[in-house]
């Protein structure tokens, strides 16, 4: 049985930091392209940021330099630390895992950036 759980999440205050964590149990964590992605209330589901198996990052324009995804193998957790946060960054936020055609996704954690 897969299971993604996210947590970290929370209500933080605008250029405060938060780190949000995605425990991945069920798959072969190694050989899973791991993603973030978001869902603001009214707004369409977004990729945040995403890892592949060898490392390689790429994120949305609006995070590129304050958010970084990292992947931990040995205790299959993948990471978003979330600096600089802004009120536009509130959403749930989605941790996923692909492995073609496959892909999981977790039950999500609410963040709130707001003063």
């Known amino acids: 049985q897969v299971q993604l759980v996210e947590s970290g999440g929370g209500l933080v205050q605008p250029g405060e930091s938060l780190r949000l964590s995605c425990a991945a149990s069920?798959?072969?964590?190694?050989?899973?392209?791991m993603a973030w992605y978001r869902q603001a209330p009214g707004k369409q589901l977004e990729l945040v940021a995403l890892i592949t198996t060898g490392g390689s990052t790429n994120y949305a324009d609006s995070v590129k330099g304050r958010f970084t995804i990292s992947r931990e193998q040995e205790t299959n957790t993948l990471y978003l630390q979330m600096n600089r946060l802004k009120p536009e960054d509130t959403a749930v936020y989605y941790c996923t895992a692909a492995r073609p055609p496959d892909m999981f996704w977790g039950q999500g954690t609410q963040v709130t950036v707001s003063s």
């Open positions: 069920g798959i072969i964590f190694r050989l899973n392209v």
